[in-house]
């Protein structure tokens, strides 16, 4: 069973640009999760989707970050227009419904690093 | 302000000995704990969980022990190997009624352990 998979796995580019990050969840997993690791801090959660519907979003840092979630299947995350600020390792992670008596933790993905120069 | 917090940047141990790493968090809504593995270049692994209902749990050589009055936890690595070595992240989230995580985690900062052989 494939994991949880992200691209591009890395994107550079410059401020001002925009770029489209993408995740593709565990097949059957409801819940899907962005996260941001910036410059070997800890991992900040951005927001929750369950299906197609924002569960929670209060980590997203601005009305630059757009994320969608179209069919609840993959799940994109726009930044636009970037920032030096938004560089760092944006993971995407996907569990099952939480209402399942079995074990719900999180799988992540790989990771997209993004630079912003 | 950061409600999980791994003081400890880094720990060296050899090979065959015993892995501590330690986490304090502040918020008592917390409920349920978890630990993630993570090398470099790809996501952080699920390692083990805690319930606050419990005080220990045991997976092979991963033990977690939670201290709630002192809102502490620690994962014990016995004995450890050089394939432990990575970047350890606790984490930590209000759980469901199921016992099990719920939406959105908190993690620290990291450690990285690294065991000599």
């Known amino acids: 069973e494939a994991g949880v998979t992200q691209f591009p796995s890395h994107s550079v580019i410059e401020k001002g640009q925009t770029v489209t990050l993408r995740c593709d969840p565990i097949?059957?997993?409801?819940?899907l999760y962005w996260y941001r690791r910036v410059m070997g801090k800890e991992i900040k959660f951005l927001l929750h989707f369950v299906k197609e519907s924002k569960q929670d979003e209060s980590g997203m840092p601005n009305n630059r970050f757009l994320a969608e979630r179209t069919g609840g299947t993959y799940s994109t995350l726009k930044v636009q227009p970037a920032e030096l600020e938004d560089s760092g390792v944006y993971f995407c992670a996907s569990s099952q419904d939480q209402g399942a008596p079995m074990n719900t933790e999180a799988f992540f993905g790989q990771g997209t690093r993004l630079t912003v120069v | 302000d950061q409600q999980v917090k791994q003081n400890s940047p880094s720990l060296s141990v050899q090979e065959g000995r015993i892995s501590i790493l330690n986490c304090d968090y502040t918020?008592?809504?917390?409920?349920?704990f978890l630990w993630y593995k993570k090398y470099p270049a790809e996501g952080p692994t699920f390692l083990i969980s805690?319930?606050?209902?419990?005080d220990k749990n045991e997976d092979g050589r991963f033990t977690v022990f939670l201290n709630k009055s002192a809102k502490h936890l620690s994962l014990h690595i016995v004995p450890s190997q050089p394939g432990d070595s990575a970047v350890y992240f606790c984490?930590?989230?209000?759980?469901?009624?199921?016992?099990?995580?719920?939406?959105?985690?908190?993690f620290g900062q990291g450690t990285i352990l690294t065991v000599h052989p």
């Open positions: 097949s059957g997993h409801d819940n």
């Open positions: 805690i319930s606050s209902i419990k």
């Open positions: 918020n008592s809504m917390f409920d349920y």
């Open positions: 984490a930590a989230s209000v759980g469901n009624a199921g016992g099990t995580s719920y939406g959105k985690l908190t």
